[in-house]
């Protein structure tokens, strides 16, 4: 069964510094991947889906990379702000369209 | 307007008590779910209907009952409520069907908090 893993579970820096975030996964049939942000006590919002067949997406400050050979996703946040403070989740999909969550990082971002 | 709605926001009940959790898209969506999300902040999926048709089923309790009327609408009913069953629940929704093989994102609702005392 698919199992999703984020490391660091939580994560502080100063605004302005660079960061990435970690996804891995055990069973690398995926359809895609997807990293979704979450805040308090709020739903989640869905940042970026990379495809398969895909190397990365970006949007903005945002960048993700898939490496499905090795279940390995990162999320590069570029001159982190405070209103980047969030969890951060991502998510596998496979076959019958289901997602496979991870724990999630918690990021904060100090001004 | 929203896209995924979910009611009620908040929900307290009592132990025993049987409540409904409603969800609406009104994005054409063909595909509808719904997950739970414990304490420790975890998702799992719990059900996903295709058009009114239920298609994932998880190792949910048979307390849990969905119920899709038509395609823009999920709800979620649940019987003699138990403490473990407190947590937020998210209904979602894509366009994509399980058997099409398409790759379509989730879109997310803002979720329910339900506490059961």
């Known amino acids: 069964k698919q199992e999703v893993t984020q490391i660091p579970a939580a994560l502080s820096v100063p605004e302005g510094e660079n960061l990435v975030l970690n996804c891995s996964f055990t069973?690398?049939?995926?359809?895609?991947l997807q990293w979704f942000r979450q805040d308090p006590g709020k739903g989640l919002t869905s940042l970026l889906l990379?495809?398969?067949?895909?190397r990365e997406q970006t949007s903005g400050r945002l960048n993700a990379s898939l490496d499905k050979s090795s279940g390995r996703s990162t999320l590069y946040i570029a001159a982190s702000q405070p209103g980047d403070s969030a969890t951060y989740l991502c998510?596998?999909?496979?076959?019958?369209?289901?997602?496979?969550f991870g724990t999630g990082t918690r990021l904060t971002v100090i001004p | 307007d929203t896209a995924v709605s979910q009611t009620p926001k908040y929900l307290v009940t009592q132990m025993g008590n049987d409540k409904s959790i409603k969800c609406e898209q009104n994005?054409?969506?063909?595909?509808m779910y719904w997950y739970k999300q414990d304490s420790k902040k975890f998702l799992k999926i719990m059900f996903s209907?295709?058009?009114?048709?239920?298609?994932i089923n998880e190792t949910v309790p048979n307390r849990f009952s969905p119920k899709s009327p038509d395609k823009a609408h999920l709800n979620l009913h649940i019987n003699s409520l138990e403490l473990g069953d407190s947590a937020v629940y998210f209904c979602?929704?894509?366009?994509?069907?399980?058997?099409?093989?398409?790759?379509?994102?989730?879109?997310f609702g803002p979720g329910t908090r339900l506490t059961v005392t």
């Open positions: 979602a929704s894509s366009p994509s069907g399980p058997t099409s093989g398409r790759i379509y994102e989730q879109y």
């Open positions: 069973d690398s049939a995926i359809y895609n």
């Open positions: 990379i495809q398969s067949s895909q």
């Open positions: 998510a596998v999909k496979t076959g019958a369209n289901n997602l496979f």
């Open positions: 994005l054409g969506h063909d595909t």
């Open positions: 209907y295709n058009n009114k048709e239920l298609i």
